[in-house]
């Protein structure tokens, strides 16, 4: 049986593509739609943050669950149902007519967003079984979340600009409306033959456990470390470990511990959670350098955030070529070493041509770190057993968050901590108590807080605040540069023996398919 893939595969990858670039969409121009969902709506502070939180708590909290229930229901099935979930959730939240009712809709489309990475990973594993074709299929999978990265922004700019808020969440009908059309048709059925019925309360305890670390890391990076936030993670790991014991005892777990075994499944999953750690913590710092220091509108600053996602875009489709002729744990420290350098000029942003040194740095960084993500997912896909692929797909990404989460919460905790400190320090004289306060707690509050002062003030105090600012930019990016260097050291010691993509399996592993699979 020939492993190559079909064009019919190559064309379904396009499909498989769509739900992926829609899914960095919605998180790029709810951003870009509060200041006017906020003004019609009039949400408390409060039903703000659930608002905008919400969707990434529960995509997180769930991926685990929707990743095996896709191995026992269908992997297909299950993308259509979230397709489907999601197109609906997302007319419902175009026409919210209370923060209450868009927090619901919110919260459905986290759900329905849970099934998209993990389905669509899935099927990638099973559709190509050539090693170098489905390098390039996940070179193309990764590419499509930047593309939604590169074109949100401006798209929700536009709409913005001509239409209501609620238009930003109707750009993903037509997309869920064409998946739904086309998948049945170009997609395969994927499921495990052998599986049993998921277990309700293992779903529970992953959900929770999820829910409960990555809420209290939100907490430190918004407030610092407090009481609510170490109960929050303590009682998520708690729930981990009972969760964990738990699939020790069934005989047909949630997650197949034994995944965990095998080496290049551990390592690639810690290579991959700390790539996002290390470029997470900066990056959201430098989406408020642009417009808070440099002054640049929400329009603008996402203009000039887009040469960030086209690296990204550039080198996921040139990594699995490349690591035809150089071995990936090689290909992956390399590259880490190239982020590490984007990173140290990042540290160099102080001055006039912070601008020109931000995309410059973006650009480096994202281009060196797009092998890491490629080919560790590549790695965790390909290790997993067939029939195992959708709950790889879902620790994968879980995985993803936990280190997106993490280096939001302690690289963004030490950039804030140096900001705090150096404003503790350099107020200029006859700034009153209140603003004061206010400035030395954000950046965003120094400048409400100079809006209000005489123009001489107001300027002092913001030439202070971001200096400051800058400073722990600075900072943050030199953290995430000798942590990229420690990687690539690792990288090297812990797969260096793992086979290149390009050389062939030695035997091939048959799809998995059921009644439901075309041409079956």
């Known amino acids: 049986m020939s492993t190559k893939a079909t064009p019919r595969d190559w064309i379904g990858l396009g499909v498989i593509a769509l739900p992926c670039l829609l899914y960095s969409m919605d998180l790029t121009v709810l951003n870009l739609a509060v200041p006017s969902l906020s003004a019609d709506l009039k949400p408390s502070s409060t039903e703000l943050l659930w608002i905008i939180d919400i969707y990434g708590f529960l995509v ?28 609906a959730a997302s007319v419902l939240a175009a026409f919210s007519r209370t923060p209450s009712m868009l927090i619901a809709a919110r919260a459905v489309l986290g759900l329905a967003g849970a099934t998209l990475a993990p389905s669509t990973l899935s099927l990638i594993r099973n559709m190509f079984l050539d090693p170098r074709e489905r390098s390039v299929a996940i070179g193309v999978w990764i590419a499509s979340y930047s593309v939604g990265g590169v074109i949100g922004p401006p798209l929700g700019g536009f709409l ?18 064409l998946l739904l ?39 430190i990076a918004a407030h610092g470390i407090g009481r609510l936030a170490a109960l929050s993670i303590v009682a998520g790991l708690g729930l981990a470990v009972v969760f964990v014991r738990r699939q020790q005892r069934l005989a047909d777990p949630l997650i197949d511990l034994r995944l965990f075994r095998a080496p290049a499944f551990s390592a690639s999953l810690a290579t991959y959670m700390l790539a996002t750690f290390v470029v997470f913590g900066p990056y ?3 989406a408020q350098y642009l417009q808070l220091v440099l002054g640049l509108s929400p329009m603008r600053a996402g203009l000039w955030s887009m040469p960030f996602a086209v690296g990204f875009v550039v080198g996921s489709m040139v990594s699995p070529l490349l690591a035809r002729r150089v071995r990936p744990a090689f290909l992956m420290a390399a590259g880490l070493v190239i ?8 540290s160099q942003v ?59 919460a302690i690289l963004g905790s030490i950039g804030t901590a140096i900001y705090r400190r150096a404003m503790a320090d350099s107020i ?4 009153p108590s209140a603003a004061a306060q206010a400035a030395r707690d954000t950046l965003g509050g120094a400048v409400a807080a100079a809006g209000q002062l005489s ?18 930019l600075e900072v943050t990016a030199i953290t995430s540069a000798l942590l990229a260097i420690g990687m690539a050291v690792l990288v090297v010691v812990l797969l260096r023996q793992v086979r290149s993509a390009s050389e062939p399996e030695r035997h091939a592993e048959p799809r998995v398919a059921d009644a439901n699979t075309p041409g079956s």
């Not at 913005?160 to 409306?177: A, D, I, K, N, T």
């Not at 107001?458 to 800058?470: E, I, N, V």
Request: hydrophobic fraction near 50%; charge should be neutral.
């Open 60 to 87: 997180a909290g769930s991926l685990i669950t929707m990743g095996t229930l896709g191995d026992r229901i269908g992997r297909r099935r299950l993308l259509m149902i979230g397709a489907a979930a999601f197109g």
């Open 160 to 177: 913005l600009e001509y239409f209501w808020w609620g238009s930003v969440f109707l750009v993903s009908v037509p997309v869920m409306v």
């Open 181 to 219: 059309v086309l998948g049945p048709i170009l997609l395969p059925e994927f499921r495990d033959p052998q599986a049993g019925r998921p277990d309700l309360p293992s779903a529970v305890l992953s959900v929770a456990a999820v829910l409960g670390v990555i809420y209290g890391l939100k907490q």
């Open 284 to 286: 959201v710092f430098i």
């Open 339 to 346: 982020s590490a350098l984007g990173f140290a000029i990042l």
């Open 350 to 408: 102080n001055g006039a041509s912070g601008l020109a040194v931000i995309v410059t740095s973006t650009v480096i960084f994202s281009l060196g770190l797009s092998p890491v993500f490629t080919l560790a997912n590549d790695f965790i896909i390909g290790t997993a057993p067939p029939e195992r692929a959708g709950a790889a797909s879902a620790i994968s990404e879980t995985c993803s968050e936990f280190g997106g989460a993490l280096g939001i």
């Open 428 to 431: 200029p004289d006859g700034i």
């Open 455 to 472: 123009q001489q003030l107001g300027a002092a105090l913001l030439d202070t605040a971001r200096k400051a600012f800058t400073h722990g």
